[in-house]
């Protein structure tokens, strides 16, 4: 039956059948995307999505450090940005999530990244905060834009005071 068909005709049919197999991935990836996005973005979801992002985007950039020629103190270096954006993302879920049981597994995650945090840090004997105010308490006006570790601290102070 093959010997019937006009020559080249396996050069045409191969082409087809490959732009074939290699558009249907592409198509049904562009359905699912289209069929995962909502209709309509709320405004805690538009806040949701790009505080999330600023937490991922710092999370990488402190990621990235600079080898010290100490892979304790390297592995450190990397992991504690990486709880700490753990940290972050579960506070942004405490922020706008609504399920209970998400909202208690990312109290659950504040907690525990924070004593790995801590506990790497002493294995290696940094210091560590001894106190700071809940990460899901807002910062006052005048401290949102610093988050080290002293202020936090004289904020707690201040507060504890009263």
Same mark, same amino acid.
């Given at each position: 039956? *093959? =010997?019937?068909? !006009?020559?080249?005709?396996?050069?045409?049919?191969?082409?087809?059948? /490959?732009? &074939?197999?290699?558009?249907?991935?592409?198509?049904?990836? %562009?359905?699912?995307?289209?069929?995962?996005?909502?209709?309509?973005?709320?405004?805690?979801?538009?806040?949701? *999505? @790009?505080?999330?992002? #600023?937490?991922?985007?710092?999370?990488?950039?402190?990621?990235?450090? !600079?080898?010290?020629?100490?892979?304790? =103190?390297?592995?450190?270096?990397?992991? &504690?940005?990486?709880? %700490?954006? &753990?940290?972050?993302?579960?506070?942004?879920? /405490? @922020? $706008?999530?609504?399920?209970? %049981?998400?909202? =208690?597994?990312?109290?659950?995650?504040?907690?525990? %990244?924070?004593?790995?945090?801590?506990?790497?840090? /002493? #294995?290696?004997?940094?210091?560590?905060?001894?106190?700071?105010?809940?990460?899901?308490?807002? $910062?006052?006006?005048? !401290?949102?834009?610093?988050?080290?570790?002293?202020?936090?601290?004289?904020? +707690?102070?201040?507060? +504890?005071? !009263?």
């Amino acid at each position: 039956m *093959l =010997r019937s068909l !006009k020559p080249g005709f396996g050069k045409v049919f191969g082409a087809h059948l /490959l732009l &074939a197999f290699a558009v249907a991935p592409l198509v049904s990836a %562009q359905e699912a995307h289209q069929a995962t996005q909502p209709a309509a973005v709320t405004p805690d979801e538009s806040a949701f *999505l @790009r505080e999330n992002e #600023a937490a991922m985007t710092k999370m990488m950039n402190d990621m990235a450090a !600079k080898p010290s020629g100490d892979i304790d =103190r390297d592995f450190v270096a990397m992991m &504690a940005p990486h709880h %700490q954006g &753990a940290i972050d993302m579960a506070v942004i879920e /405490l @922020r $706008y999530g609504k399920n209970e %049981q998400l909202r =208690r597994i990312a109290q659950e995650i504040i907690v525990d %990244q924070q004593q790995e945090i801590n506990a790497m840090k /002493l #294995a290696i004997g940094e210091p560590v905060a001894t106190s700071a105010p809940a990460p899901t308490q807002p $910062y006052p006006a005048s !401290k949102q834009n610093q988050h080290d570790d002293a202020d936090m601290h004289m904020d +707690m102070s201040a507060g +504890m005071k !009263k």
